[in-house]
T-cell receptor
Framework: SAVISQKPSRDICQRGTSLTIQCQVDSQVTMMFWYRQQPGQSLTLIATANQGSEATYESGFVIDKFPISRPNLTFSTLTVSNMSPEDSSIYLC????????????FGPGTRLTVL | QKEVEQNSGPLSVPEGAIASLNCTYSDRGSQSFFWYRQYSGKSPELIMFIYSNGDKEDGRFTAQLNKASQYVSLLIRDSQPSDSATYLCAASSGSARQLTFGSGTQLTVLP
């Protein structure tokens, strides 16, 4: 499976500021995904990021709040904009294996606390 | 709306017993199904996938799929304390093969 890293691993931010999370993969992948996992809850898909096209957002998530970049096949960023305490969560990126069955592998996550 | 349902637990089993985790899904178009294990403070780790009806075994783990009943299960034989974690069921569907996750079942294996 691919080796995935995320930066930062954790951060504490002030209300109203923005944070950009980076996701780096050690091999080229077509599909990358961004998830949110709120405390004690399961994973919710924010958006799907394909290289060379605009990200596709799930219901309840908008580009102005969570802009995503996908400049190449090994890298993506997610920005959490104008943060509020409700954005405190773990943000995870994942990549699809490319074997055509939909399996995804996850990065270590970014733990965000908004004060 | 695509949904994946799991018993939230917590589920406790003694060491050496069989742990049985269950999952149902609403989207009949779902193609593949996955079980992830998530230790506290860690990211999900893929442990099994299944896409054909029947059983699939890998070591102490057996995944079962019944598409007619829209039911997926995971059996863990000879449970160990190190198996204590939250187990997430996920279903893949759509052209982008997006995953829909269940809420997870917290398993505790008692020594």
């Amino acid at each position: 499976s691919a080796v995935i890293s995320q930066k930062p691993s954790r951060d504490i931010c002030q209300r109203g500021t923005s944070l950009t999370i980076q996701c780096q993969v050690d091999s080229q992948v077509t599909m990358m995904f961004w998830y949110r996992q709120q405390p004690g809850q399961s994973l919710t898909l924010i958006a799907t990021a394909n290289q060379g096209s605009e990200a596709t957002y799930e219901s309840g998530f908008v580009i102005d709040k969570f802009p995503i970049s996908r400049p190449n096949l090994t890298f993506s960023t997610l920005t959490v904009s104008n943060m509020s305490p409700e954005d405190s969560s773990i943000y995870l990126c994942s990549v699809e294996s490319g074997r055509g069955i939909g399996e995804q592998f996850f990065g270590p996550g970014t733990r965000l606390t908004v004060l | 709306q695509k949904e994946v349902e799991q018993n939230s637990g917590p589920l406790s089993v003694p060491e050496g017993a069989i742990a049985s985790l269950n999952c149902t899904y609403s989207d009949r178009g779902s193609q593949s199904f996955f079980w992830y294990r998530q230790y506290s403070g860690k990211s999900p780790e893929l442990i099994m996938f299944i896409y054909s009806n029947g059983d699939k075994e890998d070591g102490r783990f057996t995944a079962q799929l019944n598409k007619a009943s829209q039911y997926v299960s995971l059996l863990i034989r000879d449970s160990q304390p190190s198996d204590s974690a939250t187990y997430l069921c996920a279903a893949s569907s759509g052209s982008a093969r997006q995953l829909t996750f269940g809420s997870g079942t917290q398993l505790t294996v008692l020594p």
